[in-house]
């Protein structure tokens, strides 16, 4: 083992988790790839988990970042004025939020995705006055115990310490054989069910930590449907299936609905440096000035670079080559699917989320060991690790995605070959 | 208005805060000085509410974050293995933990103030096996609902929307007229108290939110062994009062106390961008691998430039100039209070963390006011704003020490003079 | 108006319920006869909510009531032990537990409902360590608030004035059109779920308050595996439908079910005397001395009584004759649904509790009124009052009973010509 | 041992506490005594805890509810009007309310005392919208969620098996060695401690089970100010202090104080029957019909006799009574603590409600085991068991009252003579 390998072992909390998956140092990344200490390099399927869409340190927002740095642009600015603040705002409105007639008010609720989630939260109770909130089978959230709370994953929320309250749990679309939104009305209608009207729903359009899994459209647009008819505010989580990472800016797009408010992060800032930011139906808006706030909310760097990103989105082109690759990742992991039946597998997910959902137990961990073997970064997803899940930068050239799809599908080879070893 | 200032004020969200108080549009900073879009220079009293000890945009950082940038250095990585996170790992602990005889683990709970609050109540619950958490009057901790919970303030608890649970307040110290903790030990060792024994209790050693209240090393001392004779954990959020704003780099040096956890952000990546790290008694460090953990949590431009902040704690020098200037600031204050009884003032804290508690209603905002048409930069704390706090960078020069001073001293006569209308 | 009536409406809170529905004032009750100050007589197909299943004033208890009275026997014992209370115990034992193979410990929480079922629920959450307790749709348990956490009735919650936690609903049997445990067993494997493993769960077999739902003896039993498969406790609230209620003493026999706990109070005591019970499997009973209480626990009045009634009890007689009694009720009552299907009606429940459901709005409630007017008690139930609901006591001659049955055909048919008016 | 102590041993909970102390069958009981199985005749100084401050089966009492028994008078009501009822409340407005010059609408919640203690707290949350409420150490309000929420002891709060919530409590009169309601208004006024206003306070005036602490009149009356100065309702809970226990019928009228809600239940129906009221001041009444209730408000046996135990309070000779000997056993009490040093002894409590305290760990315990043995029942009381408690009848003639002290003062001296062996 290297040097640094030995100071994190020694003196990181053992809570770290994906240095155990892909245990090596990395030095250098750059789009789709990533190097080792060794100077092995990797393709990158993982993205930061969603949070590098655009690839490791894009030349562009490289150099705005730089001469940002050098010229002593304002760094760190709370919720004060900064020129790069308010061109990230204009930027959004104009090349985001306009285009979709999306009208929405801007929060800088801190930088990070749970912080995004708690402000989303906070604001639905206190524009309504009630308390709880609907959360949905597998969704996740984030870590602090406002998030965390609306979280299915069971040992995450061990974590808590405490019982999470003031949230109702009802199952996401597929998660029985039958159409769950059924059960969920019958629910909100039936004035003894136990279940008081929400503040909010919140929903993931397509669960990444869930096991990828992709809720349909029309499923969506029930959701929204029902949260008018009772008065319920919709936050659609975007912070992992946002910012392209399904084929279109938001991921809520296709299904054709217009959340109360959303949560975005990960992927924002484009460069992988923290920044979220809470959208806010204007008439929604009704926060008291500093009722929430975090010292790292004017994170100008962040700010250069999301504002240098947005430019992919200025016309069409790019989520059509989002929109071409994705077939060809789709295509590949279908045959896949029917090529080695003994993965007992399914597809799963849309755009540039997808996996493979395998029956069999260890199986998808095997595969995602296999891979970065043989120099692919590649994570498991699902309540039991049973989804290998391909998350690479939407930035892929076609070849290299190609060369990594081949990477998983001898590494599924190999895998059905073995018995499983846990 | 500037452009600027429209767009912000058109789609932020009406949270916003410090844009109110410092109603222009920043563009540059440098050590201690700030620039707007008009040029106008401002001495930043201020530091970012305590995220810029070592002032904006230190050169010497700067170096080393362009530099790693422009190597392509991997940006984001999660809790995998980066070069950047292994050597401020071990610079941390060279420099920091061992010459103070300190013995942590370090844990990357996000790169915010709240979310090491958060992991910190977690962990404590989850080693203790109990759900209650003591916090104390006056004390601030963040704004997801973890940390709220544990924070004094009303208008921000209002704002969860939901009753704040888990947790117990006591005084702090200096909240009455006699010992406060006789009646903390009181609530402690009586069966028909209705106070549990608790997980921790989470303490500021100077509250700054709360009004720059600075607990006296004995009432620290007392408290630390009242959590020994308990098994009560102590937990430190030296977020605010950390790196150094108290004269030590950590807050609690001076009392003698050695904290079980103990939380840090703001100014450690010492460059104004997001980084936060728990620190654990190493028995205390029972986690399960990812049963904590945030998208933001490995932000490698924070490890490099944290790890150059590092070079000012390697001898005794930076400690030495802050107590040398923190002099300065008291003296000054002191003949404040005593040349203008009209303030009804106070001198509150240690070292760069002071400010005067005016009793009239109104006065103490009416100073950072025209401090700030004066050219710096100053804000107010406490729960009704009765505190103006004096948080200039640890790195500034006695003379424009001096020239801030001189201001507020101008600005305090200005303001007792005309009746104070709000 | 009455005197007494005056009285009543003066000074008792609005919070005062039947008497609004059954607005004259009561003087004299027999078997399933009561009188008003008019001297008008009422057949009771109330019982008082299921706390009269012997009818009022039994001769055989009320001298037994009256002997013990008259020779100073201790009324009031806490849980000192008494003569009463020890006979009590052991003729439960012997002719209800015994014969039936169960063997519960006896635990006297307080002589309400209410107090059974938050002894049931504080006791499962301590044998198991667990916090949540699955409840059904459409439940009743009372109104203190642990009770009130896992009663469905939204107006009913709302009275809290406090978010309720803890507890989880589930959809009771029928509630959709598909097997609602296919949805409990997804939520209780998937580890993504957000649903925790309970501490216990807790059904009443026949609703009441609920609108006479009646689980099916399959749903039951597989309540009942799910349990011990999950290592969950499974708690009968059988205070409305146990004592005979629906034709056994207990109300799961049918079902072939042995619930860890059950709570029994109502009918108990047999004479509408305050008595509760706790019933116990052996290896749950670890209470520590004290642990819970109430200063009514040891109504020795009550115990009197009750040992009385369990004389209904020693043979089958009792028992074959409820089941007879409840053919013509449920014949007639179907014969209703069917001449009259302007009443859009159902026949729902089993045993002597049973009711119509209407789906015509109102009607329910018009129904009872007309009875009342008529000279028969009956309530109505349902989270729209959408059931009117039969609880004759299971002593009435079948004479009487026909004739009660002949003034409910006769209200239906005088309420389906009318336009409901509301 | 008896075969009826064997049936209750082999039978019932482990939860029974009293029969551990006082480990004989109780068969008979009138005015102030007991007499168990072998004849033994007891002076009764414990009176149920409380419920029977008129002592056992009082004559004129049992004749009424003979002859109510006898007529078939209705026995449970629910929330019907019967004439039992109506001459109740008649009475008690006419007998007590009147006279005292107080108002209040009656609220038959359930008949123990932890069902109108939940109905108090809920009410005053629905009034007001507020959640928390303030208790205090030491206080005891019942084993129901909500009564328990509001609970000091540790041990019962434990049996809860989840947090308790929505409660803050605060020192008791005396708790520490200065003015307890100063920390409490500080907590109160100060917008940065945490403590949020809150819907109520509840307060016993007397603590019985915390230890017999009696609150200074003065310290009851600035309770109260407070309470009216933030808007806050004041609830006495008079369960155990009230019907004359401590020489008044309620508790707080020496104090000059006028709570907007009043918990009454023990004693109240006379004759040790389950019967409890909840007084509302008219404006507060504000339920809705229904929305608490309970199976067993309507007990009619405890209205007869609760009616009749009003006759005690139609002219002032029974207060002149109660105080006459309340001075006697005070003095008593007195000299017991000078006499005997060795028992580190504090007379605590006022009226029939006085104790005292030992310093002596398990000293009380044993003074009243000497005491059973001696034929006298008395229980100690305090989170520690620390404090004997006298409760005798408020009828206990003279000298029967002076024999059960000189019992007393004997196990005193018998207990400070042995080293304690718990």
């Known amino acids: 083992m290297s040097k640094h390998i030995d100071i994190i072992n020694k003196y990181e909390s053992v809570v770290r988790s994906y240095v155990r998956n892909f245990p090596t140092v990395f030095t250098k990344a750059k789009k789709h790839k990533m190097w080792d200490e060794s100077g092995k390099e990797y393709l990158d399927f993982f993205s930061g988990a969603g949070a590098l869409n655009y690839g490791h340190n894009d030349d562009k927002m490289k150099q705005k970042l730089v001469d940002y740095i050098m010229e002593d642009g304002i760094t760190h600015s709370l919720d004060m004025a900064s020129i790069a603040k308010a061109d990230f705002i204009e930027k959004f409105q104009e090349v985001i939020l306009k285009p979709r007639e999306l009208d929405y008010k801007m929060m800088f609720p801190g930088p990070t995705g749970t912080n995004t989630v708690e402000s989303a939260l906070k604001l639905a109770r206190k524009v309504t006055g009630r308390t709880d909130i609907i959360s949905f089978t597998g969704g996740f959230h984030g870590m602090t115990i406002g998030s965390l709370s609306v979280t299915g994953n069971s040992m995450k929320r061990q974590g808590a310490g405490i019982p999470l309250q003031n949230t109702v749990t009802m199952a996401y679309d597929n998660y029985v054989d039958h159409d769950t939104l059924v059960y969920l009305e019958r629910f909100l209608e039936d004035n003894g069910s136990g279940v008081a009207i929400p503040a909010a729903m919140i929903v993931e359009t397509v669960q990444g930590e869930g096991g990828i899994n992709a809720a349909r459209f029309e499923w969506l647009k029930k959701i929204e449907e029902i949260c008018r008819r009772w008065g319920i505010l919709l936050i659609i989580d975007d912070v992992q299936a946002g910012v392209g990472r399904t084929g279109t800016f938001f991921s809520f797009e296709a299904a054709g609905i217009k959340p109360d408010i959303v949560c975005l992060s990960k992927s924002l800032s484009g460069y992988g440096v923290p920044l979220a930011v809470t959208l806010i139906k204007p008439e929604l808006d009704i926060w008291k000035p ?15 670079t999301a504002t240098a990103a ?5 016309d069409e082109s790019f989520e059509q080559s989002i929109h071409e690759k994705s077939e060809i990742i789709y295509a590949s992991l279908q045959k896949i699917v029917s090529d080695y039946p003994e993965l007992k597998g399914e597809v799963r997910g849309r755009g540039f989320m997808v996996g493979i959902a395998s029956e069999v137990e260890g199986l998808a961990s095997k595969v995602a060991e296999k891979c970065f073997a043989k120099g692919l970064i590649m994570e498991t997803a699902g309540p039991n690790d049973e989804v290998f899940k391909l998350f690479p930068p939407l930035t892929i050239p076609k070849e290299d995605l190609e060369k990594g799809l081949a990477i998983i599908e001898e590494s599924v080879r190999d895998s059905v070959k073995d018995p499983v070893t846990n």
């Open 290 to 304: 500093g009722e929430h706030n975090g010292t790292f909310r004017g994170n100008n760097h962040a700010f250069v």
């Open 310 to 314: 947005l430019d992919y989105w200025e």
